[in-house]
């Protein structure tokens, strides 16, 4: 069976790290460019990294970067999100997604595979 699973949300305090996982099974990663996208309570989904196959290139939206880091081990069929100095706005579910090819799609509804999602809360 063909999916991605997100792991690492949870509760962390403001100014706290967490990683987040998301680990393929049923195909390999290697050839798949991977976007990490969150959606927040009554708010649009949005992007907030990505990652070529190679990890050759990276992106990381304006309001993460600096905080957050993407990576991916190929070996291990997964790819992270290291987070950062978290702040409560960064509270959302968050979602990897993976696109067959070297660079990531410009549309959401390109990407071939999602994730359920992980909860992130940042809270004191």
């Known amino acids: 069976q063909v999916q991605l699973v997100e792991s690492g949300g949870g509760l962390v305090q403001p100014g706290g790290s967490l990683r987040l996982s998301c680990a393929a099974s049923?195909?390999?990663?290697?050839?798949?460019?991977i976007g990490w996208f969150r959606q927040a309570p009554g708010k649009e989904r949005e992007g907030v990294s990505c990652?070529?196959?190679?990890?050759?290139?990276?992106y990381a939206a304006d309001s993460v970067k600096g905080r957050f880091t993407i990576s991916r081990d190929n070996a291990k069929n997964t790819v992270y999100l290291q987070m950062n100095s978290l702040k409560p706005e960064d509270t959302a579910v968050y979602y990897c997604a993976a696109k067959y090819g070297i660079i990531w799609p410009l549309e959401e509804d390109e990407y071939d595979y999602w994730g359920q999602g992980t909860q992130v809360t940042v809270s004191s």
């Open positions: 049923g195909f390999t990663l290697d050839y798949y460019a």
């Open positions: 990652i070529s196959s190679s990890a050759g290139t990276t």
